[in-house]
């Protein structure tokens, strides 16, 4: 199937780490990328490529992947950090897919 | 620095005709697929095509053909969205999004700051 899956919500504990993750059959072949989302602004890029990230993101943000399953890891949340994120990657028709999101708190 | 501009947000009754735009500063505007992206109040993300500027050559995404055009003036470095004849349902923010279309994916790598849609009676 063409679609990507997330959990709807996860919530963290300040400074602790969390994993939000992003299923679907696209991503056996295609990488995932994650995009963070506070309210009220655009978008911003934070793991590109299943694993990269874009200059002037912190390093506790990572990302990987195995099988059907991308997940973007944030080790040591900040409150900063709390924020809808989104994964994307492509299907064999060149589509752009969008995961639906993933509210996460930090406690 | 990429920049995204869009056009200021809308207010339009069923049935009106829309057209709102994306300007590109920062790079060459015709080395990059734009997309276009919609969020409908309180929801998640939604594709609904990329353009690539040096030619026009367009591709909507399989829940927005036929309800949008998308489209270039690579002279002005503008990308626009339109709507011939606008429903409530296309009250939503719609984003343009610079995309990189590359050997390890398909990423939007810069972001307009939205465009908000409001039809209404």
């Known amino acids: 199937s063409s679609e990507l899956t997330q959990d709807p919500a996860v919530s963290v504990a300040l400074g602790q780490t969390v994993r939000i993750t992003c299923q679907g059959d696209?991503?056996?072949?295609?990488?995932a990328n994650w995009y963070q989302q506070k309210p009220g602004q655009a978008p911003v890029l934070v793991i590109y490529?299943?694993?990269n990230r874009p200059s002037g993101i912190p390093d506790r943000f990572s990302g990987s992947s195995s099988g059907n399953t991308a997940s973007l890891t944030i080790t040591g949340a900040q409150a900063e950090d709390e924020a809808d994120y989104y994964c994307n990657s492509r299907d064999s028709s060149t589509n752009v897919l969008f995961g639906g999101g993933t509210k996460l708190t930090v406690l | 620095e990429v920049q995204l501009v869009q056009s200021a947000a809308e207010v339009k009754k069923p049935g009106e005709s829309l057209r709102i735009s994306c300007k590109g500063s920062g790079y060459s505007f015709t080395s990059h697929w734009i997309s276009w992206v919609r969020q409908m109040p309180g929801k998640g993300l939604e594709w609904m095509g990329r353009?690539?500027?040096?030619?026009?050559?367009?591709i909507y995404g399989p829940s927005f053909q036929g309800h949008v055009t998308i489209s270039a003036d690579k002279s002005i470095s503008t990308a626009s969205l339109q709507w011939s004849s606008l429903k409530a349902s296309d009250t939503a923010m719609y984003f343009c999004a610079r995309l990189q279309l590359s050997s390890i994916g398909y990423y939007f790598d810069s972001w307009g700051q939205g465009t908000l849609v409001t039809v209404s009676s």
């Open positions: 490529g299943k694993k």
């Open positions: 696209s991503l056996r072949d295609y990488n």
């Open positions: 353009l690539d500027p040096s030619d026009s050559y367009t």
